[in-house]
């Protein structure tokens, strides 16, 4: 079966521009998370999801940040009024049921702002 | 608030040379501990995992982990290294309970010398 899917593998917008990052999770995952990893450092957590509720929304590092999973599938990363301190690899990993299991991370968006 | 130090910020081995990588964490109940790799423009593949029970794991590519509650540790082991070992490793740590978000160490960048 495939893994964790995420689109696009390279995102470059100007700064204030708004993107949207995609993340197709496992099929039949419940759980589903948002990292930032900037560059050499490890992942911050953002945001969970189990199925369509957003449970914790506690990383996201302000109101520009929007996260959404609207049937309990695909989910999409949005950050509005882009600045240059969102560059960063934005992964996103899912998990089979609710409570602590191994995450699965797809391969990531790297976002640059210029 | 839970924590993820690893103190090693580079390593350097020499192909079939042993590894051990140092994980301590800080938590206050019993932890979830993983271990990830990731190659450049990757994202984070599980190698191994600590739930309960006996507290060395294996793991995939050769790789086991030692957990030591009286030293808050989690190390990284391989007796004999390859020269695709070379990557970042992350060490991480997961709440027992709801919402698994993971608190993740700033890695070690091992280099393998043939």
């Known amino acids: 079966g495939a893994g964790v899917s995420q689109s696009p593998r390279y995102k470059v917008a100007k700064r204030g521009q708004d993107v949207a990052l995609r993340c197709d999770p496992i099929?039949?995952?419940?759980?589903l998370f948002w990292y930032q990893q900037a560059l050499g450092q490890g992942p911050e957590f953002l945001t969970y999801?189990?199925?369509?509720?957003?449970?914790?929304k506690s990383g996201l590092p302000s109101d520009r940040f929007f996260a959404e999973r609207p049937e309990g599938s695909v989910s999409t990363l949005k950050i509005q009024r882009t600045q240059q301190e969102d560059s960063a690899v934005y992964l996103c990993a899912s998990s089979p049921r609710a409570f602590n299991q191994p995450q699965h991370f797809g391969d990531g968006t790297r976002l640059s702002i210029l | 608030a839970q924590s993820v130090t690893q103190p090693d910020i580079h390593i350097t081995v020499s192909e079939g040379a042993s590894l051990e990588l140092r994980c301590n964490y800080s938590y206050g109940a019993t932890p979830y501990l993983f271990w990830y790799v990731q190659s450049p423009g990757q994202g984070l593949q599980l190698l191994l995992k600590?739930?309960?029970?006996?507290?060395l794991v294996q793991g995939i590519k050769g790789f086991e982990a030692e957990f030591k509650r009286s030293q808050s540790s989690f190390n990284l082991r391989k007796p004999s290294v390859h020269w695709s070992d070379a990557a970042e490793y992350f060490c991480?740590?997961?709440?027992?309970?709801?919402?698994?978000?993971?608190?993740f160490g700033t890695g070690t960048r091992l280099q393998v010398t043939l």
């Open positions: 991480a740590v997961g709440y027992t309970g709801t919402a698994s978000k993971l608190t």
């Open positions: 600590y739930f309960s029970g006996d507290t």
């Open positions: 099929s039949g995952h419940v759980s």
């Open positions: 999801f189990q199925n369509e509720a957003q449970l914790d």
